[in-house]
């Protein structure tokens, strides 16, 4: 089962949108838990145009996630 997924405004800042962060979401090649965070998560996808993107988010619970921060990805977060 796929996550619902809560965009908070901050996730549109950079200029992608829901579409791009839902598809990285759901077919991510990357994806973990930030080092000494208990609750935000890195993943690292591509949007819909099949640019790299990273996204970061916190897990609501196991059908939930809400999503703070998306863009263009950095290098250093490329695997």
Not at 54 to 63: K, L, Q
């Amino acid at each position: 089962m796929d996550p619902d997924i809560i965009c908070n405004p901050s996730a549109f800042k950079h200029g992608l949108t829901r579409d791009d962060i839902e598809y990285a979401l759901l077919h991510p090649i990357r994806n973990g838990l930030l080092e000494d965070y208990e609750n935000k998560y890195l993943l690292v996808g591509f949007d819909t145009r099949g640019n790299p993107i990273e996204v970061m988010y916190n897990r609501i619970d196991a059908e939930r996630v809400q999503v703070f921060h998306a863009m263009k990805c950095r290098k250093s977060f490329l695997p």
